[in-house]
């Protein structure tokens, strides 16, 4: 069995890619039954993470800036672990992410080393 990071990538520019206040507490239960699954499968290696709108670039000369920036296209709305034999059972499995309803992307990526 083999890990992977599932990163789901939000549109942050795009007025059409924000969900009004409704679907977002409609996306809750759908969201959280989609974990469940995951979990219940014994595939979830960490919880989900939520991260807060804030955050901070490093760079490589140790400046450290405010971010995330306006200027970016997308922004990360979650990131966990799941387990999965192949990159197609993963996949599959992020297929079924409901925020990919609202034009968010999910990637996915096997863990290394």
């Not at 991260?51 to 990360?76: C, H, M, Q, Y």
Request: net charge negative; with cysteine.
């Amino acid at each position: 069995m083999n890990e992977f990071l599932i990163a789901i990538h939000r549109d942050i520019k795009s007025k059409d890619a924000s969900p009004s206040p409704e679907q977002m507490q409609a996306s809750i239960k759908p969201f959280q039954d989609w974990i469940g699954s995951i979990a219940a499968q014994n595939k979830l290696v960490a919880p989900p993470k939520r991260w807060d709108l804030d955050g901070r670039v490093v760079k490589k000369d140790s400046t450290v800036l405010n971010g995330p920036f306006a200027e970016i296209k997308e922004s990360i709305g979650g990131l966990f672990f799941i387990r999965a034999e192949n990159y197609e059972e993963a996949v599959e499995i992020a297929k079924g992410c409901p925020v990919l309803e609202w034009g968010a992307s999910v990637e996915v990526r096997m863990a290394v080393g």
